[in-house]
């Protein structure tokens, strides 16, 4: 799959650089999503506590992405890098707006948006990088669907699929931000042949929400590290998030197994995440997935997934499923489709197409 639109590489006349290779890359998918829970929902759109917005279950999803990739080489080997992106997208006909996001707080703005750079710099199996991060829990083995979306359908749908999500919690680790500043964190990866490991760290300024000193509280703190070792046509990989400074009972810390493979019939992955602390559920969570992919045809592929949450008293306690079918038709393009019932018995369907330059 060929990702990259263009690469120019400028040769620099000094002692100190050797060569800078500046390189852009992108996809773009476009689809109509279903969802169920979005049936007459009521949203604020605006952000000001009063419900504006009515949404319908039928919408169109899109999301346009450039990602522009910068490097240089100094005589002594040493690559020095960044990246950042241009994107632009839409869920439920929301088109530059910013509204409330089910499961996490405060609103997410649609429409075109830079993100924070990554910086990094490099030498042999080591990189050490900073801004926005991609964070070890994030970049780690085995987390995501064998999707081009990375989860089911054009967007994710959710990403139920990630045994990580539980629990009403989402995303809650440090991760590189497509739309945002990021965390503007420190990272340090080695990969050495079959064995790998990658460790981040990130914090945010304190906060005050009220008179002082009652109200001040410390920024939130992410500690992660996760590694990996491959034999054969197998890799096992290992997450741990560290979280703190979100207040009492609210730390959530994250723990993550993962075993991949070939059968040769079948890819199949087994994926398993606790959550330690959760405020809604006042004590532990658990959630496990297993996952599998199948060629069905020269250009034809199915992943399916089964997930089962423990989260006591909570609407996500229980078993979910989906499925995935791709066709690939050249050049990058292809066609994406899927269906997922979630474990809160919500029903999600998704088809589009999916091009990558």
């Known amino acids: 799959m060929k990702k990259v639109l263009f690469a120019t590489t400028a040769l620099i006349a000094t002692a100190s650089v050797a060569a800078a290779d500046v390189r852009i890359s992108g996809y773009g998918r476009f689809g109509l999503d279903y969802n169920e829970a979005n049936d007459n929902r009521r949203i604020d759109t605006d952000g000001d506590g009063v419900v504006d917005t009515v949404l319908d279950s039928t919408s169109i999803t899109s999301r346009l992405r450039l990602q522009f990739d910068m490097s240089a080489e100094t005589d002594g080997g040493v690559t020095f ?60 083995q085995g987390l995501y669907l064998e999707t081009r979306a990375a989860g089911a359908g054009i967007d994710g749908m959710g990403f139920t699929s990630l045994v990580a999500n539980m ?20 990272e340090v990866i080695y990969n050495a042949g079959a064995f790998g490991v990658h460790v981040s ?22 500690t992660a590290i996760s590694a990996y070792y491959t034999f054969g046509d197998w890799t ?20 993550i197994v993962t075993v991949q493979g070939d059968l040769g019939f079948a890819g199949v992955r087994f994926a398993y995440a606790q959550m330690d602390n959760t405020g809604a559920t006042g004590g532990d969570s658990e959630k496990l997935g297993l996952y599998g992919t199948f060629d069905i045809g020269a250009a034809t592929s199915l992943v399916a997934f089964v997930t089962d949450e423990d989260s006591p008293g909570l609407a996500s306690d229980g078993t979910g499923y989906g499925l995935h079918l791709s066709h690939d038709l050249g050049g990058g393009v292809s066609i994406e489709a899927a269906w997922v019932e979630s474990s809160n018995d919500n029903t999600q369907v998704q088809a589009g197409m999916y091009f990558s330059f």
């Open 236 to 255: 096992i990989a290992a997450g741990f998030n560290d979280e703190e400074g979100v207040g009492v009972g609210n730390d959530n810390d994250l723990a």
């Open 81 to 140: 890098g960044a990246r950042f992106r241009a994107q632009a997208e839409s869920r439920d006909n929301q088109v530059g707006k910013a509204f409330a996001t089910p499961g996490a707080a405060g609103v997410r703005t649609e429409g075109a948006t830079f993100n924070g750079a990554r910086f990094f710099a490099s030498f042999g199996g080591l990189t050490v990088g900073v801004g926005n991060i991609l964070g070890a829990v994030e970049a780690m």
């Open 201 to 222: 760290y990130s914090k945010q300024n304190d906060t005050t929400t009220g008179p002082a000193p009652a109200a001040i509280s410390d920024g939130e703190e992410n």
């Open 167 to 186: 629990a009403g919690n989402s995303f809650d680790w440090d991760a590189y931000s497509s739309a945002g500043t990021g965390v503007n964190g420190l």
